[in-house]
């Protein structure tokens, strides 16, 4: 990439030079009461590069709105004296008030422009600081490490250190810290934050709606702010004995923790809450007999406490977890009923209503309790994932209480249904950005040469199942195309390689027997490693397929597409690779949707062959958020081959203009790079003619198919994966 033209040296410009071209810019909004004039006059009397900067981005911004250019032409000098001679500084104020005018509008961007001096105090914090964007991955990876739930890391929107906080799902972090003098210092406050909230959620803080056990003192906020003191003493302990190392760490910020301790007036809580088991019954039994004597200190650590929030949070998942254990526990009982194992009469007359037993034992070398479940007197190993689930029901609520431990009958419940109570997804759109439940994505402005940050607005969307019989008549009408496939795919599944220079093995290698007798002709050592072996390779990869669900797929080429997938799972069932199938399409990048058919760790189920059935043409083709989010989830999962294939009918565009053309493209290609960064693989496999023309610079020469027979595709899909991973 060439470098911009601003930063080479031009000769300076005088003010008439600089508002002739000005002119050509700012055109649509200059009349006779206002001109170009007064700006050029202010930027005339900057250096040469400094000249060329405001008009490289005033050409850039005219594009978009010509407003947003004149008042961005009348800031920049004024801008420029509060960022010194820092070219980074000035651009980063640049993107900021067009990433403002993008996602709120022209208003919102001229606040960046006429407040310079603010975010100039902002930018040269950050030099010292550190921004949570920067380091939001490793804090995922972090707070991922300890125990319990899965915590996901996010920004609060705030500079406000009061503004973190967890909902139990999340924890929330400020945008930035810079209030210590290094950036070393200010990265492990935010770790800090992130093992104090997480610990709010592993030991128990908000097993109690706070608003009920509060509800009765004369002062609710004075009551939550002590109890919130107590409540971080008794945490900050728990950390101590659960992580020694990382407590060690941060002493520096745990002075006023140090100076509570030693006040004679709070001996007695510290006494207490130092008991190997407290718990927050202890917190409130505290609260209630020092309220009347005490008053909250705060610690700079411990953020907000919205109990509110988290009941909400709270009673969408319990009612989520349950479905879930309850299904699981349905599965289980299933498999124990087909295995060898003989079951009684009584439980087998009545499958639907099961009961589970259940012991909880505490772990004598931890904070873990271990769960044993059993069945009919005997004791049944449950899986991870049912480990997990009970494992954060325990964490809610201290208990699995009785109605869980009912095996779910058959149409009993529908955790689909659960996820459409908890989220309608035909209701969420109202409003101008709307942003509960969504994931967001940036996307690529190839003008620019920047990302929009947050432009794309994601949500995974459930398919309704179509209980048919489409999958058995593409079995039956594919017969002996199936019948190929699996023979075929069955073969992979048995391959072997030959391994050389082995210790022992089937045959000798003559290659390396020749170079240990040269060796030894020269007084060296003979190698032992002189044998041949064969050796079965174990396949270990996973594969998410993204299926284009745009309107111009409509009719045979859904069809097709349907088809292929069908053919697809029956062969990978038989090969044991580990695949995700996910539908994508959408309207505006405030819509952009992901369709789950088939999850990776999900069993080819007749569910998910209703939801095969269910795919149908949507409306259009913004490819760069599905690349993204399915990248995502991609590089979650451990496999040393990682394939994002792609199924489409045509080039990347939406019901916006913009999209359409090289912008599109351009966000598609950054996207397909951003993937290959995270170690996946990417391919195309393609029905448009016309492929030709903007494929091989999206995916590269040898990184797309194009069919053009639609007819094919069914047995083409298999035939490419087939060539893909071997």
């Not at 600081?129 to 739930?149: M, T």
């Not at 124990?336 to 009684?344: D, R, T, V």
């Not at 002996?480 to 992979?492: D, K, P, S, Y």
Request: aromatic content about 12%; charged content about 25%; glycine content about 4%.
């Amino acid at each position: 990439m060439s470098e911009p033209h601003y930063l080479e040296i031009s000769p300076a410009l005088n003010a008439d030079e600089l508002e002739e071209q000005l002119d050509r810019f700012l055109d649509p909004v200059l009349s006779f009461r206002r001109s170009a004039a007064l700006p050029a006059q202010q930027i005339a009397s900057l250096e040469p590069s400094k000249q060329q900067f405001a008009l490289h981005w005033v050409a850039i911004i005219s594009a978009t709105n010509a407003e947003f250019a004149y008042q961005y032409a009348a800031s920049f000098s004024a801008a420029c004296v509060f960022f010194k001679q820092q070219q980074d500084a000035l651009q980063a104020w640049t993107i900021e008030a067009m990433q403002a005018y993008d996602e709120r509008g022209l208003q919102f961007s001229c606040k960046i422009l006429q407040n310079s001096e603010t975010f100039a105090e902002t930018f040269f914090k950050k030099q010292q600081g550190v921004v949570l964007e920067d380091k939001q991955k490793l804090l995922s990876a972090f707070v991922c490490g300890l125990n319990g739930r899965k915590l996901t890391i996010k920004s609060s929107n705030s500079l406000n250190i009061e503004s973190t906080y967890t909902d139990t799902e999340c924890i929330f972090l400020p945008e930035m810290i810079a209030q210590y003098p290094c950036k070393e210092d200010n990265f492990l406050f935010y770790k800090l934050l992130v093992v104090y909230h997480w610990a709010q959620n592993w030991f128990a803080s908000w097993r109690y709606d706070l608003n009920d056990k509060l509800s009765h003192y004369p002062d609710y906020d004075k009551a939550l702010t002590l109890f919130h003191c107590i409540e971080s003493i008794r945490l900050i302990i728990k950390i101590k004995y659960e992580l020694p190392g990382f407590f060690r760490q941060v002493q520096a910020f745990l002075t006023v923790f140090y100076q509570l301790q030693d006040d004679k007036n709070w001996h007695h809580i510290y006494q207490c809450l130092a008991q190997k088991n407290a718990s927050i019954d202890d917190s409130l039994d505290l609260l209630e007999h020092s309220y009347g004597c005490l008053n909250g200190v705060v610690f700079s650590f411990q953020g907000s406490l919205l109990p509110t929030k988290v009941q909400e949070i709270k009673a969408y998942r319990l009612e989520e977890e349950k479905t879930r254990f309850r299904e699981a526990l349905e599965q289980m009982l299933s498999e124990y009923q087909h295995g060898s194992a003989k079951i009684s009469e009584e439980i087998e007359g009545n499958l639907s209503e099961t009961v589970f037993t259940l012991q909880i034992q505490d772990d004598p070398h931890s904070d873990n309790v271990v769960f044993e479940l059993s069945l009919d007197g005997q004791i049944m190993t449950p899986p991870d994932n049912v480990q997990s689930l009970m494992s954060s029901i325990f964490q809610d609520i201290g208990e699995i209480p009785e109605e869980y431990l009912i095996a779910a009958g058959s149409g009993h419940y529908d955790a689909d249904a659960v996820n459409k109570e908890k989220k309608n997804t035909q209701d969420v759109w109202s409003g101008v950005y709307h942003e509960e439940g969504a994931y967001f994505y940036d996307e690529w402005d190839h003008i620019r040469q920047q990302y929009k940050k947050n432009w794309c607005v994601v949500r995974e969307v459930n398919i309704s199942p179509i209980y048919d019989d489409f999958v058995s008549q593409t079995l039956t009408k594919n017969r002996g195309i199936v019948q190929a496939l699996r023979r075929n795919f069955e073969a992979l599944k048995g391959e072997e390689k030959l391994l050389k220079r082995q210790v022992n093995g089937d045959d000798i290698d003559i290659d390396a027997l020749v170079e240990s007798y040269a060796e030894l002709s020269m007084g060296m050592e003979l190698s032992e490693h002189v044998f041949t072996k064969m050796q079965r390779e174990e396949r270990n990869i996973a594969v998410v397929f993204m299926v284009d669900m745009s309107g111009s797929t409509k009719g045979w080429i859904n069809q097709a597409e349907r088809e292929a997938l069908v053919l697809l799972c029956e062969s990978l069932e038989t090969l044991g690779d580990r695949y995700a199938i996910y539908g994508f399409s959408g309207t505006t990048r405030k819509r952009c949707e992901i369709y789950h058919i088939k999850h990776l760790e999900e069993d080819y189920s007749a569910k998910v062959k209703a939801r095969i059935s269910a795919i149908r043409a949507k409306d259009y083709t913004r490819m760069g958020f599905a690349i993204r989010h399915l990248s995502g989830l991609l590089e979650d999962v451990e496999a040393k081959t990682k394939l994002l294939i792609t199924l489409s009918d045509g080039k990347p565009e939406d019901y916006d203009g913009l999209y359409r053309g090289e912008y599109g493209i351009e966000d598609t290609r950054q996207a397909l790079f951003e993937a290959r960064q995270r170690g996946i693989h990417v391919y195309c496999i393609t029905i448009d003619k016309e492929a030709g023309d903007y494929l091989p610079h999206m995916y590269g020469a040898a990184n797309y198919a194009l069919i053009e027979d639609i007819s094919s595709l069914p047995l083409k899909v298999s035939d490419i994966y087939r060539k893909l991973t071997t």
